[in-house]
């Protein structure tokens, strides 16, 4: 048995050695010892190994063969929780070794994506070891630990010996061990030391809610289980069929301080609870079911260990009057489609809407609107910035006509409009960025190609700066992310050539492995974006990742999680990888994909049903065919250059 001890543990036994005998230390050590054998004998009956066989691999195809996971007996006639974690290639069969050796078949129930966990039946002649629970208020960080696991040997558990870390993580969702947590022994138990139930294990992370998010984090001292004592409490639902949801308000909250910016509503979804309970913009959530709300962190644990079909009482603050809203969370919200008005504007002037395009087939075309319109309302909007027209449009009704307010020359014209959703495709090219009038070049600014690889990290990476960087208010920002299929040297030239006519500087970012993406490295991928834009005006809205094959992927996967940095993914021969959670389509944060393969390309079919699902998310999704006649680079010049007016349209409204 390997038993990692807590630095904790390590202090108290040395304290023990230095005041004992030798006698007496081995005495206090066979004492512990036997107090964790005794505490996982306790429980071994109630964790089962389970096998799973088949399934689909990324991008659809099916897998042959059998992977394995652990489970924990919840309930005497047959019901087991396991991670969600071990089920995300869904499974064609599933097998469990019972505790008395026997392999029988097993049957998913329900799923609970709120906690990552999963719900199995089998069936059984015998009465099943249920083990004991303890509740998670009475946890003390500090005290032992053990994670137990029958991942890889079914008839003894793999043990883990760490401490209890903290008691609410990942929003309230989880207690935090050290213990080291892995596939080895993720749907298994962790108990305490008198071998009751702590909860079950499975990864978690704050940031990603999907079945792999927290994986990253295995055997790191950084693990989490979920309380059982509050999952018995919802184990009627699950054994009905009935999947448990996160509890979703439908809002944006101001500001990005979590922990410093109170919870204002900077945007409310058409139709969800939070809109049907009364909840508006600039409203201040001040409290939930009688726990205090002073920082946005509050309401996200609030939040986070709610479940869709949870009713919560808000206290809300609306100017100087406090006000009662009472929501019952919702499991899915309406698709959000972000209306498209059809212009594009000056991005020379930060105190004003100037129209300086208007595409054509457009709300704002058949309105009569034109370049050199100046709109000073939307509705009842006032519009004193670029930004302020694009949260006004985003956020009106839907599918419904708006009043546009305008300045023609010394004429205030009024436009009915009513905006269309975004193009599923590339749009005619716009003009291209110019400086404003008389624009003199700013000192200080670096320009050029330089190494860019940061201290801290093994990827490597070179940033190119354009000299249009002295003279634009704002640049664009293509980060090009490489592998060992999607070759970045016999392109880079293109996009060097490119940036200083269409105003954007070029990030290339490889793998730490140099042939392959991997989740982790969504977290380095946006510290390098933020590194630039701590040295550059750098435009959100103008801000695409292009990849191919493993980085097309991480394309996506940056985007989905980073959409306030990041407002275009391109995947070339790549989709969405497997338990990948895709987010709603939200007004405030906005994310265009495209898809491009070569011609005839197996891809294109295989990603099919991740396109038809962005869809039904609202997504603007573009498929296209790539020009490159084929050798290293997946990408032709004019593919370069295709790719490259469109990420100067992104900031249209």
Not at 102 to 112: E, L, N, Q, S, Y
Not at 117 to 124: A, G, Q, S
């Amino acid at each position: 048995m390997s038993k990692p001890f807590s630095i904790l543990s390590c202090l108290l036994v040395l304290a023990a050695l230095l005041i004992a005998s030798p006698g007496q230390a081995q005495q206090l050590n066979d004492a512990e010892q036997k107090a964790i054998q005794a505490a996982v004998d306790r429980a071994a009956a109630s964790v089962v190994q389970i096998e799973t066989v088949g399934g689909l691999i990324e991008g659809g195809g099916p897998i042959e063969g059998a992977s394995r996971t652990s489970g924990t007996i919840v309930s005497p006639d047959g019901y087991i929780l396991s991670s969600l974690y071990g089920f995300i290639q869904e499974p064609s069969g599933i097998l469990v070794s019972m505790p008395s050796g026997k392999r029988v078949a097993g049957k998913i129930i329900a799923k609970d994506t709120q906690r990552n966990l999963i719900l199995l039946k089998v069936e059984t002649d015998v009465e099943l070891a249920v083990p004991e629970a303890v509740a998670r208020e009475e946890l003390q960080p500090g005290q032992w630990a053990l994670a137990l696991g029958k991942t890889f040997a079914k008839d003894v558990s793999s043990v883990s010996v760490g401490i209890v870390s903290a008691t609410h993580r990942v929003w309230g969702k989880a207690v935090q061990t050290d213990a080291k947590i892995s596939p080895n022994n993720y749907g298994g138990p962790l108990i305490d030391i008198q071998g009751r139930v702590i909860g079950i294990l499975t990864p978690l992370s704050p940031q990603d809610p999907s079945a792999t998010g927290g994986f990253e984090w295995y055997d790191s001292g950084i693990g989490f289980a979920v309380p059982l004592t509050e999952i018995q409490q919802r184990l009627d639902t699950l054994k009905e069929g009935e999947d448990l949801k996160p509890g979703l308000l439908g809002i944006n909250l101001k500001g990005k301080d979590i922990v410093a910016d109170p919870a204002e509503i900077a945007a409310v979804r058409y139709n969800s609870p939070a809109q049907v309970a009364g909840i508006q913009e600039k409203d201040i959530l001040i409290g939930a079911n009688g726990r205090p709300i002073e920082r946005q962190a509050q309401l996200k644990h609030i939040l986070g260990e709610a479940y869709a079909g949870d009713t919560i009482e808000f206290k809300v603050k609306r100017g100087e009057e406090e006000l009662t809203a009472t929501v019952t969370l919702a499991g899915e919200l309406i698709p959000y489609e972000r209306p498209f008005l059809g212009i594009q504007l000056d991005r020379n002037v930060g105190d004003a809407a100037i129209v300086t395009h208007v595409f054509d087939d457009t709300a704002a075309k058949s309105s009569g609107m034109e370049p050199g319109d100046k709109i000073l309302k939307y509705d009842d909007t006032e519009i004193d910035a670029p930004q302020t027209l694009r949260e006004a449009v985003a956020t009106a009704e839907p599918d419904v006509p708006h009043t546009l307010v305008v300045l023609r020359g010394e004429n205030v014209q009024t436009f009915e409009v009513t905006p269309s959703g975004m193009p599923n495709q590339f749009l005619a090219a716009t003009a291209k960025p110019k400086p404003s009038e008389g624009a003199e070049p700013r000192d200080g600014i670096a320009t050029g190609e330089s190494d860019f690889q940061l201290a801290e990290e093994q990827n490597s990476a070179k940033l190119f700066v354009p000299e249009a960087a002295k003279t634009l208010p704002s640049l664009g920002l293509v980060v090009l992310l490489g592998d060992a299929e999607f070759k970045i040297e016999p392109q880079w030239e293109s996009w060097k050539k490119l940036a200083g006519e269409f105003g954007y500087a070029v990030l290339e970012i490889q793998p730490a492995s140099e042939s392959r993406w991997s989740r982790p490295e969504i977290s380095v991928v946006r510290k390098m974006i933020d590194r630039v834009r701590d040295n550059y005006a750098i435009d959100a809205t103008r801000t695409i990742a292009v990849g191919g094959k493993t980085g097309g992927a991480m394309a996506l996967l940056h985007g989905f999680e980073n959409r306030d940095v990041q407002n275009g993914a391109v995947a070339i021969e790549a989709g969405i990888p497997r338990g990948t959670n895709i987010p709603d389509n939200e007004p405030l944060e906005r994310l265009e994909i495209v898809f491009m393969n070569p011609k005839d390309s197996e891809t294109a079919e295989k990603i099919g049903t991740q396109v038809e699902t962005l869809e039904k998310l609202k997504f603007a999704v573009i498929q296209a065919e790539t020009t490159a006649s084929g050798g290293d680079s997946l990408l032709s010049e004019d593919d370069v250059e295709t790719l490259s007016n469109w990420l100067n349209s992104l900031d249209r409204i």
